[in-house]
């Protein structure tokens, strides 16, 4: 997990929220999934996200230089996708 110590909010909405753990500010909303966001995971050292969606998709997410996340989607799941490992 990142030093700064973020954590996530998600839930029904297609959408995640980063939020500094101390205070619940929201740094950050990554949307792009068509349906629900389910067990998102930062992987060891914090520069990515990934997340899994009742869209029968997972995406991965990479802040870049000018702090935009972007995602990459991983498709051809029939199913939803209900977990994730770190990358």
Not at 35 to 52: E, K
Request: aromatic share 8%.
């Amino acid at each position: 997990m990142p030093t700064c110590r973020l954590c996530f909010g998600f839930g029904a909405k297609p959408e995640l929220s980063l939020r500094f753990v101390d205070r619940g500010l929201a740094v950050a909303t990554l949307a792009g999934h068509r349906d629900a966001v389910n067990n998102p995971r930062f992987n060891d050292d914090g520069s990515r996200v990934v997340t899994a969606s009742s869209d029968n998709t997972a995406r991965v997410w990479r802040q870049g230089a000018d702090d935009a996340w972007a995602a990459t989607a991983l498709q051809g799941h029939t199913d939803w996708v209900g977990g994730t490992q770190s990358l």
